[in-house]
């Protein structure tokens, strides 16, 4: 199987010419038109060989002229239809492929993978403006880039930039499978900003989707009269729930062609990872389908197993040479082996959705019942050993009326910034990778919205500020300790997880010779002397509290340094005694 069909198909600059490579085995008639021939289907017409493919030379095409494959089907109905293997198009709504051979030429090497995965995911339509208007991928590797260092995340995840006609799609409905969208610049361009996120120690996550995708007219839909990169048979080729086609994963052709966009980005743009989206759609064949609307798979299973061997034959192909590639699934339901890479799908990570769900719903009780609820809590982690996560706090939670993240949290003005600065506290303590979604890092009270840039404004204000600058120390102390950044079992001790009267959760995170030890009073009441358990005998420096004035906080306490005393409860012979404040996280790094 070819997993690089962009070497063999689309349009390729050859002595002052250009050639013109497609596939569409059931076209009757083929051929090339755009500004080279005033778009004209009788002039520059294709030959096919007996492998489907089209081809053909054209003496005056040109670097960056557009052009699209008129294309006749068998039944003699007419088609324009933009370049699958295009790797660049006009800015929508316009829709014609573009000729075009990039000139970059990369300057600094990738930088290499690490456990202190801190994601800093943007829509780069929307993060900001100027006057109103989009900035350009030159714009972004100045200001985006200076903006992810400063806050100390070292990866954008971006939401996908390949070509897409619709921008309320976000870029999940996608034409261009090997063309960055031209909304924000060229492709060379793009390159641009990846090589700076570079230069800077940054790695670019991209969105990808080949789960389904949109239905445009010249897009892939139909492409030659048939059902080449959908599934021919509804139940399986067409999503209700979003509308669109879904690709026919029982097909080579399309296996090809789609691992051959993920490696054409990660090899042609020097991505850093691929988070695959909408894994959940794809794996199984009554996903979003009520009874009768699918049908069962040849051992009478709901399982897509077409997809599935998709899937694992995705990642092999990835990893084969690019063992630093990142592969992340979007995944939200109990399918077993998502990360194994022996008998699973072979991913790195997972989106820990059910973390995501549980503990967003906590935070959303009035702290007054969150005793009743010390079990959701705690279930969390009887599930953070199963895959290798991330903690997605993402685009998908703060649009569609879900709210903000400010405005999930329960209470008033100030308890709303103390249950979301514990939120953040706790999620950087727990097991799995971190991801926040733009404007998350700011407490902005508005819902995310493509169409403008995100509510920079409210850094004016105290509490805002505040959130900024604990994600930043946040991810510095991320960064450092590594006892945070390791996420097996062995990476993690309970102290106290039964604490429900005083909404306590007590917990420690260890790597080596080194532990880190949590304190999460989720409750709206002070403790004082509380007594945490603790594994080892000696002393504990406190190093981060969430109700730090400085964040915006109430706690002003000067005392850094605890001493154990013994005590017994559990498996635990030692404790020490600290003050907590209401709806506070606190980090002690062990010292001896």
Request: aromatic letters at 16%.
């Amino acid at each position: 199987m070819n997993y690089k069909l962009y070497n063999k198909l689309g349009s390729f600059i050859k002595d002052n010419a250009v050639v013109f490579k497609v596939y569409a085995p059931n076209a009757k008639y083929l051929s090339v038109i755009g500004d080279f021939n005033n778009y004209d289907k009788t002039k520059n017409p294709l030959k096919k060989n007996k492998n489907g493919i089209w081809s053909g030379k054209v003496a005056n095409a040109k670097e960056g002229e557009s052009y699209k494959y008129f294309i006749q089907a068998q039944d003699n109905r007419e088609f324009l239809k933009a370049d699958p293997f295009a790797r660049y198009a006009e800015v929508k709504p316009n829709s014609a492929s573009i000729i075009f051979s990039s000139k970059y030429e990369f300057l600094y090497p990738n930088p290499q993978k690490r456990e202190d995965i801190s994601i800093y995911e943007v829509h780069l339509g929307s993060w900001k403006r100027k006057d109103g208007e989009y900035l350009t991928y030159k714009e972004l590797a100045r200001d985006l880039i200076r903006y992810v260092k400063k806050m100390g995340f070292n990866y954008i995840e971006l939401l996908p930039i390949v070509e897409h006609p619709f921008d309320g799609s976000w870029g999940y409905q996608d034409t261009g499978y090997f063309a960055p969208t031209s909304r924000y610049g060229s492709p060379d361009e793009f390159k641009y900003f990846i090589d700076m996120c570079h230069k800077n120690a940054i790695g670019v996550i991209m969105d990808w989707v080949p789960s389904h995708f949109a239905t445009d007219g010249h897009g892939l839909i139909a492409f030659d009269g048939e059902a080449l990169y959908e599934h021919p048979d509804p139940q399986k080729g067409y999503h209700p729930q979003w509308k669109s086609n879904i690709f026919n994963y029982d097909s080579d052709y399309v296996k090809s062609f789609l691992i051959s966009s993920a490696l054409w980005w990660i090899e042609e743009y020097r991505i850093d990872g691929i988070r695959v989206d909408a894994v959940a759609s794809m794996l199984y064949l009554d996903y979003a389908r009520g009874d009768g609307e699918w049908s069962a798979n040849e051992y009478g299973g709901n399982l897509n197993l077409g997809a599935i061997d998709f899937l694992k034959k995705l990642n092999r192909a990835v990893h084969r040479k690019n063992r630093n590639i990142l592969m992340i699934a979007e995944e939200s339901t109990t399918f077993l082996g998502v990360t194994d890479k022996k008998e699973g799908l072979g991913f790195d990570y997972k989106w820990n959705m059910g973390w995501m769900n549980d503990t967003i719903d906590y935070f959303k009780l009035d702290p007054i019942d969150r005793k009743y609820h010390q079990n959701d809590l705690n279930f969390t982690f009887s599930y953070a050993f199963d895959e290798k996560f991330v903690l997605p706090l993402s685009h998908d939670e703060v649009v569609h009326m879900k709210g903000s993240m400010i405005n999930k949290m329960s209470g008033l003005y100030d308890w709303k910034f103390a249950n979301l600065r514990s939120l953040y506290s706790f999620m950087y303590a727990f097991m799995g990778k971190k991801l926040l979604f733009m404007g998350n890092e700011i407490a902005q009270f508005n819902e995310w919205h493509y169409e403008s840039e995100l509510d920079w404004e409210v850094l004016e204000y105290p509490k805002h500020q505040g959130i900024q600058k604990m994600i930043k120390e946040l991810n510095s102390l991320y960064t450092n300790q590594k006892a945070l950044q390791y996420d097996s079992r062995e990476n993690f001790e309970w102290c106290n997880a039964d604490d429900a009267t005083r909404s306590v959760f007590v917990f420690e995170r260890i790597y080596k010779d080194e532990r880190i030890l949590v304190v999460c009073n989720f409750s709206g009441a002070s403790y004082s002397n509380y007594y945490a358990p603790v594994s080892l005998e000696g002393k504990y420096r406190l190093i981060f509290n969430s109700d730090n004035t400085k964040f915006g906080g109430e706690d002003s306490s000067k005392k850094r340094v605890f001493k154990t005393a013994p005590f017994s409860i559990a498996n635990k012979e030692h404790m020490i005694r600290v003050d907590l404040t209401p709806l506070s996280v606190r980090y002690f790094r062990f010292l001896s």
